[in-house]
T-cell receptor
Framework: GESVGLHLPTLSVQEGDNSIINCAYS??????FIWYKQESGKGPQFIID?????DKRQGQRVTVLLNKTVKHLSLQIAATQPGDSAVYFC?????????????FGQGTRLTINP | DTEVTQTPKHLVMGMTNKKSLKCEQH?????MYWYKQKAKKPPELMFV???????INESVPSRFSPECPNSSLLNLHLHALQPEDSALYLC???????????FGPGTRLTVL
């Protein structure tokens, strides 16, 4: 079935360290994945996306890795800053042609310790 | 302009009231979405409009009625809501499948 999950509900890291947030998905036919950041009281903010024909994609301080063999997605944040504290959601494209939708994981709360 | 706007920011309504949530985008996106989000949960899809036509209704109760008057606007009409409908209602839009979805800031709805 369609399900997107996260391995850890919370993650706490020291400021300046690197963070890795993991996500498992079950639909091997999914071809598009997104990471969102949601701060308290705000809407989700797009961070980075990746298509299934790629294994890795880099942005500014963020890297997304896709392992299709084990259906695993991860978000790496380099040199974390206090402003990175938020809930992070992965999402997977699902549905049939003309009726696609994003299926969200449960989220991981990232806390940055000073 | 890469912004999705939503009004109002906060809404308090009684169970017998009728109210509407509004969403607007000027990015030329042809897919627009309504989500409901409860505290500490991911966004839960309610409706999808594609080219101004309803393409997905995730079995949402009829007390929620979506409307897409044109390609830039999306409304959610509310009537006879229940206290358990209190949540953050998010609107989103995107160019189409395989593209990032842009979210608005949400409307915090409280049903008394």
């Amino acid at each position: 079935g369609e399900s997107v999950g996260l391995h850890l509900p919370t993650l706490s890291v020291q400021e300046g360290d690197n963070s890795i947030i993991n996500c498992a998905y079950s639909n091997s036919a999914s071809d598009y994945f997104i990471w969102y950041k949601q701060e308290s009281g705000k809407g989700p903010q797009f961070i980075i996306d990746i298509r299934s024909n790629m294994d890795k994609r880099q942005g500014q301080r963020v890297t997304v890795l896709l392992n299709k063999t084990v259906k695993h997605l991860s978000l790496q944040i380099a040199a974390t800053q206090p402003g990175d504290s938020a809930v992070y959601f992965c999402a997977e494209e699902a549905g049939v042609q003309g009726a696609q939708k994003l299926v969200f994981g449960q989220g991981t709360r990232l806390t940055i310790n000073p | 302009d890469t912004e999705v706007t939503q009004t109002p920011k906060h809404l308090v309504m009684g169970m017998t009231n009728k109210k509407s949530l509004k969403c607007e985008q000027h990015m030329g996106h042809r897919a627009m979405y309504w989500y409901k989000q409860k505290a500490k949960k991911p966004p839960e899809l309610m409706f999808v409009y594609s080219y101004e036509k309803l393409s997905i209704n995730e079995s949402v109760p009829s007390r929620f009625s979506p409307e897409c008057p044109n390609s830039s606007l999306l409304n959610l009409h509310l009537h006879a809501l229940q206290p358990e409908d209190s949540a953050l209602y998010l609107c989103a839009s995107r160019k189409g499948a395989g593209y990032e979805q842009f979210f608005g800031p949400g409307t915090r709805l409280t049903v008394l």
